[in-house]
C-alpha cells in the first residue's frame, strides 16, 4: 500500500463549490504539507504542519484553508472554488530532522478542474 | 528574490546516451539541494540531496553536482533508459525561517529507444 494516499486523485467542481481534498499517511511522520502544481511553475506551498496543533501559512494560502485531524490526516478544503485554482495539488510528508535534511514524500496527485 | 532556474525546460535523447541538467540558484542563505524526479501522473520522488560542503553525490546512474560559490548545480544521467522519461526538479532549502523552500519548474526528459 502506499505511504501517501490522496483522495479524490480527480475532481471536477464548478465555481464557488466547496471542496475537500484530503491525505493520508502511514509513514508516522509529524510534518505535513500541501501543495499545488502549475504548467510552468515550480510547486508552490499552499499550507504545512508541523504537528496535530500546529498550522503554518505557506506562500499561496488564499482561499484555502487545512486540518489536521490527526497525525496521519491533513485535509485541504477550498470554501468557494474559482476556476485559476485549477490545478495539481499534492500532499507531502516528512521527518522532524534538524538542519533541514529531511526528505519529503509526495502522495500521488490530485487533478482538480473548476469550471 | 529567492528563484531557482533549471536549464533546458525539455530534452529529448536516445537511449543509452547520456545527458545532464543544470540548475541555477539564488536562494541565500542556502541549507541544502535536492534533486528529485516526478513521473508523469505521479508525485516527486527525492533523488539526492547536498549541502553546501558537498560536491559530488551519486545514486546509481544518477550524479548531482553542486558548485556553492556560483550557485549552480547539475544532474547528470548515464546511460539513459526509458524509464527515466521523467520531469527532474531542483529543490533549494534556505536557512532562514521555519520552513523555506524553493522548487525549480523541472526539466522535462524523453528517452526515446
Known amino acids: 500500500d502506499a505511504d501517501v494516499t490522496q483522495t479524490p486523485r480527480n475532481r471536477i467542481t464548478k465555481t464557488g463549490k466547496r471542496i475537500m481534498l484530503e491525505c493520508s499517511q502511514t509513514?508516522?511522520?509529524?510534518?505535513m504539507y500541501w501543495y499545488r502544481q502549475d504548467p510552468g511553475l515550480g510547486l508552490r506551498l499552499i499550507y504545512y504542519s508541523f504537528d496535530v496543533k500546529d498550522i503554518n501559512k505557506g506562500e499561496i494560502s488564499d482561499g484555502y484553508s487545512v486540518s489536521r485531524q490527526a497525525q496521519a490526516k491533513f485535509s485541504l478544503s477550498l470554501e468557494s472554488a474559482i476556476p485559476n485554482q485549477t490545478a495539481l495539488y499534492f500532499c507531502?510528508?516528512?521527518?522532524?530532522?534538524?538542519?533541514?535534511?529531511?526528505?519529503?514524500?509526495f502522495g500521488p496527485g490530485t487533478r482538480l478542474l473548476v469550471l | 528574490k529567492n528563484q531557482v532556474e533549471q536549464s533546458p525546460q525539455s530534452l529529448i535523447i536516445l537511449e543509452g546516451k547520456n545527458c545532464t541538467l543544470q540548475?541555477?540558484?539564488?536562494?541565500?542563505?542556502?541549507?541544502?539541494l535536492r534533486w528529485y524526479k516526478q513521473d508523469t501522473g505521479r508525485g516527486p520522488v527525492s533523488l539526492t540531496i547536498?549541502?553546501?560542503?558537498?560536491n559530488t553525490k551519486s545514486n546509481g546512474r544518477y550524479t548531482a553536482t553542486l558548485d556553492a560559490d556560483t550557485k549552480q548545480s547539475s544532474l547528470h544521467i548515464t546511460a539513459s533508459q526509458l524509464s527515466d522519461s521523467a520531469s527532474y526538479i531542483c529543490?533549494?532549502?534556505?536557512?532562514?525561517?521555519?520552513?523555506?523552500?524553493?522548487f525549480g519548474t523541472g526539466t522535462r526528459l524523453k528517452v526515446l529507444a
Open positions: 547536498m549541502t553546501f560542503s558537498e
Open positions: 540548475c541555477n540558484y539564488t536562494v541565500s542563505p542556502f541549507s541544502n
Open positions: 507531502a510528508t516528512s521527518e522532524a530532522l534538524t538542519g533541514g535534511g529531511e526528505t519529503q514524500y
Open positions: 509513514k508516522g511522520h509529524d510534518r
Open positions: 529543490v533549494v532549502r534556505g536557512t532562514s525561517g521555519t520552513y523555506k523552500y524553493i
